[in-house]
């Protein structure tokens, strides 16, 4: 049985941040961040983008890029971040109804950065597993932007962070862009490295919590977790991608485009040379900033605007997530 993508659909704000305002906000020169870092631009979000509305744009999208009837939807899966706009609220049945998905139902998934590689693994096996799941929508937004302090240089790895939705729709025997096997890793000696200190049961929000600057994202032990991190990040990459690969029946010599989150530009650069691809396989989101789990749906588009990807090409989407998580899912492209 076979389960293929039927449209994506990508959602960003009108506004954006350039490279150098974020050198000013940092205190820290401008080459740093955009040759460094990456960073020549990334979206921001206007009054307006909230983070399930922008799955919801982007949903929309996708149905009306494929003329899908949203009635025809069985299950939605909500992809995009807990922050979002109130707290303790399920995403996922409010995008439901947004779109007109009344047969549906809808759940939320949650693996950081990693959301959308779990989720086709968790949306494939549901429809391999259920008969009355046809049609899978995945969609949500992220914009955890919100939570990025640039005057603190603990979390200068994250200053790429941007907003924006994704979506992507899945069929049950649909013969086009066919969602291979996924691999992911989650290694919890990072689970408290990188967190937002109040807001949570143990450090409840206080006007005193945000007077320290305490309700925005942090790194307890950054000397830890930057050794950790050298240890197993960029092996757990290739891990996850080869594993994906060889689990769907190909080798890395088939890889034709990687869809790969925005990172530091050597980390991208090393990726590609460890899997012997061109930096024509790839494209790095440097006007775009790290949309969270909404980049390799955003890398998938890009690259069919530009031509990178066509018919029978071997597609890899590529994910990392705090926590940490590593994800990665093989897709078959276009018709054979």
Not at 233 to 250: A, C, D, P, T
Not at 270 to 292: C, F, M, P
Not at 331 to 336: A, F, P, S, Y
Request: charged share 25%; proline share 3%; hydrophobic share 40%.
């Amino acid at each position: 049985m076979q389960i293929g993508i039927v449209s994506t659909g990508i959602y960003l704000p009108e506004k954006t941040m350039t490279g150098r305002e974020i050198a000013e906000k940092a205190g820290i020169p401008v080459t740093v961040v955009e040759e460094k870092m990456g960073i020549k631009k990334k979206h921001i979000p206007g009054p307006d983008d909230h983070t399930c509305e922008m799955g919801i744009l982007a949903a929309r999208k996708a149905l009306e890029k494929a003329s899908f009837n949203p009635l025809d939807i069985d299950l939605v899966i909500y992809i995009g971040e807990e922050h979002k706009e109130y707290p303790l609220w399920t995403a996922g049945i409010k995008l439901q109804e947004a779109i007109g998905a009344f047969n549906a139902w809808a759940f939320d998934a949650a693996l950081r950065c990693g959301t959308t590689v779990m989720a086709l693994k968790v949306a494939k096996s549901m429809m391999l597993s259920d008969p009355g799941i046809r049609t899978v929508l995945l969609a949500g937004g992220y914009r955890n932007v919100d939570f990025i302090d640039y005057e603190n240089p603990r979390t200068r790895f994250m200053y790429n962070l941007s907003a924006g939705g994704g979506a992507i729709l899945l069929q049950k025997d649909y013969s086009e862009n066919l969602l291979l096997e996924t691999e992911i890793l989650t290694d919890g000696s990072f689970s408290e490295d990188v967190v937002v200190v109040a807001g949570g049961t143990k450090h409840p929000i206080s006007s005193e919590a945000i007077a320290k600057r305490l309700n925005m994202l942090d790194v307890l032990d950054p000397e830890g977790m930057k050794q950790r991190l050298e240890e197993k990040s960029m092996s757990n990459f290739l891990k996850v991608i080869l594993e994906s690969v060889r689990k769907s029946g190909y080798t890395v010599d088939d890889i034709a485009y990687l869809a790969i989150l925005h990172m530091k530009k050597s980390a991208h650069e090393y990726v590609l040379r460890e899997l012997g691809l061109s930096d024509e396989q790839a494209i790095y989101l440097e006007d775009y900033g790290h949309i969270g789990q909404i980049d390799q749906i955003l890398s998938l588009e890009l690259a069919l605007r530009e031509e990178k990807v066509k018919d029978g090409d071997l597609v890899v989407f590529v994910s990392a997530g705090i926590g940490y998580a590593w994800g990665a899912t093989t897709i078959k492209w276009g018709k054979g």
